[in-house]
C-alpha cells in the first residue's frame, strides 16, 4: 500500500474510528480475564504486521524512533538468550513474546487516528476498572480489590494501571484544547481511578504516583504559563486525597504508619511477617544471587527456586518461601540476568524516557501531549519498580510497552507529517 492509498483510506471516518476504537479498547483488554480480550490485540497485530510489510511511512516512523524501538528488541534478546543459557524451557519466553506483540501493534499509531477517541476510550477504561474495585470494596466485602484479571494477588498490578490510567486523563484534563464536556469526563477517570487505587491500599504504586502527577501539573504549568490554577489544582488533588485517605479509608493510614517499626524491627534471623518486612527479606536474598551471579544471573523466572535453596540452607528467613518474585524490579532483573538484565531493564525505561523528555515542552499539543504521557507512564514505572516487579504479570507489562511504544511510533509519525507539510508549504 502507498503512502497516498494510505491517506485517502482513513480520509474517510470508518477506518479511522475502527482502529482509533480498537486502540482504546486496549487497556481494558489487559484488565480482563475473559477470552475476548484477545480479539483487539489479535486485529491490531495483524493490521501492524500488514502496514509494516506495505507501507513506507509506517517503516519509516520506526526508523525515526529507533532508540525506543531498539531497547525493546535487547530486552527480547536478553531473555531468549538468558532462557538458552540456563535451559529454562519456553515458558519464561512469554515475557519477550508480548514485547515482540506490542511492538508490531505499535505500528497502528502511525496511522491518521482520531486520538481524542483512543483518550476517551482509555478514560471510559479507567471508570470502569475504578467501578469495579469499588464494587469489590463495598458490595462485595473485599479488602484489597483486585479488578477482573489476575485474581487476589493482582492488587498492586490494578493500582499500577489504574494510576497509569489516571496519569493519562491528568494530561487530557489538563489541555487547552480539551472541550469541556471531555475534560470533566477526564476529570472523573482521573478520580476513579485514583480511587479504585487507593482502595487496592497498594502503597508502592500511591506513593510513586505523587510526583509522577506534581510533575506533570508543573510541566504544564511551564509549558502554558498556567501556574496559578496548576498550583490550585496541586493543592485541590492532595487535599481531597489526604481528606479520602485519614478519612474514609483508615486502614490505608495504619499500611503506611506499619513502615517504619517493620523496617526498625528487621532482623533477617527471625523475620516475622509482614510486607515490609518480607520484601526486605526478599531484597537481601535478591542481592546475595546477584553477587553470587553478576554475570548471567540464576536464571529467568528462578528468584523462586533460588530462594527455596537459601531457605534449605539457613540463609534465609522461612516467611518468603511463598513468593516467585522480589518485589523490587531492579534486583529481579539483577538476581535473574546479572549485570545484563540489570542494564536492559535500565535503557528500557531510561531510553524511552529521554525521547519523550525532549519532547513533552514541545509548542504543538499534538506532541507534548503524548510525550507527556509517556513520561508520566515511564516515570511511574521507574518508582513502582523499587517495590515490587512490575513486568513480573502480563498485565502491567502489557500496559508499559503498549503505551511507550505505541506512543513513541506516534510521536514520530507526527514528526514526519510536521516535515511533509512544511515541504508541501
Same mark, same amino acid.
Given at each position: 500500500m502507498t503512502d497516498t492509498r494510505l491517506a485517502q483510506a482513513f480520509a474517510r471516518p470508518g477506518p479511522a474510528w475502527a482502529v482509533s476504537l480498537l486502540l482504546a479498547l486496549m487497556p481494558l483488554s489487559f484488565s480482563i480475564d475473559w477470552g475476548i480480550k484477545a480479539l483487539p490485540s489479535a486485529l491490531l497485530f495483524l493490521l501492524g504486521l500488514a502496514l509494516m510489510a506495505s507501507t513506507a511511512s509506517i517503516r519509516r516512523s520506526y526508523r525515526?524512533?529507533?532508540p525506543v524501538v531498539a531497547v525493546a528488541l535487547v530486552m527480547i534478546g536478553f531473555v531468549i538468550f538468558n532462557v538458552l543459557l540456563h535451559g529454562l524451557g519456553w515458558?519464561?519466553?512469554?515475557?519477550?513474546?508480548?514485547?515482540?506483540?506490542?511492538?508490531?501493534?505499535a505500528a497502528c499509531f502511525s496511522l491518521p487516528l482520531r486520538m481524542r477517541v483512543v483518550w476517551i476510550g482509555f478514560s471510559l477504561g479507567a471508570i470502569v476498572l475504578g467501578a469495579a474495585a469499588v464494587v469489590?470494596?463495598?458490595?462485595?466485602?473485599i479488602d484489597r480489590p483486585h479488578g477482573l484479571n489476575g485474581g487476589p494477588s493482582a492488587s498492586i498490578e490494578l493500582a499500577t494501571v489504574l494510576l497509569g490510567l489516571s496519569t493519562m486523563a491528568l494530561v487530557q484534563f489538563l489541555a487547552h484544547g480539551t472541550p469541556r464536556r471531555e475534560r470533566w469526563l477526564h476529570l472523573l477517570a482521573m478520580g476513579c481511578a485514583m480511587y479504585g487505587a487507593l482502595l487496592t491500599q497498594s502503597r508502592g504504586p500511591l506513593l510513586a504516583f505523587a510526583p509522577v502527577f506534581l510533575l506533570l501539573v508543573l510541566l504544564h504549568g511551564r509549558r502554558c504559563g498556567h501556574w496559578r490554577s496548576s498550583l490550585l489544582l496541586v493543592g485541590a488533588v492532595f487535599v481531597v486525597a489526604g481528606t479520602v485517605t485519614f478519612g474514609m479509608r483508615g486502614e490505608m493510614v495504619e499500611r503506611f504508619q506499619a513502615i517504619a517499626p517493620e523496617v526498625t524491627r528487621f532482623d533477617h534471623r527471625l523475620a516475622t511477617h509482614g510486607a515490609v518486612i518480607e520484601r526486605l527479606e526478599m531484597w537481601r536474598t535478591a542481592a546475595r544471587a546477584f553477587g553470587e551471579h553478576p554475570l548471567v544471573g540464576i536464571g529467568v523466572g528462578q528468584f523462586?527456586?533460588?530462594? %527455596?535453596k537459601e531457605i534449605a540452607a539457613g540463609r534465609s528467613h522461612a516467611a518468603i518461601e511463598r513468593y516467585n518474585q522480589p518485589h523490587n524490579e531492579y534486583l529481579e532483573a539483577a538476581a535473574t540476568g546479572g549485570v545484563p538484565g540489570l542494564l536492559a531493564l535500565l535503557a528500557v525505561f531510561l531510553v524511552p524516557l529521554y525521547y519523550f523528555g525532549r519532547r513533552v515542552l514541545d509548542a504543538d499539543d499534538e506532541v507534548a501531549l503524548p510525550a507527556a504521557v509517556g513520561a508520566g507512564v515511564i516515570v511511574l514505572y521507574m518508582l513502582c519498580a523499587l517495590t515490587d516487579a512490575v513486568f513480573y504479570r502480563v498485565?502491567?507489562?502489557?500496559?508499559?510497552?503498549?503505551?511507550?511504544?505505541?506512543?513513541?511510533? %506516534?510521536?514520530?509519525?507526527?514528526r514526519h507529517a510536521e516535515t511533509r507539510r512544511a515541504s508541501a508549504a
Open positions: 525515526a524512533a529507533w515458558r519464561p519466553l512469554d515475557r519477550p513474546a508480548h514485547i515482540l506483540l506490542f511492538l508490531v501493534v469489590q470494596a463495598y458490595a462485595l466485602g523462586d527456586a533460588y530462594t %527455596r498485565m502491567t507489562q502489557s500496559f508499559y510497552f503498549f503505551t511507550v511504544l505505541g506512543l513513541a511510533l %506516534r510521536l514520530a509519525w507526527l
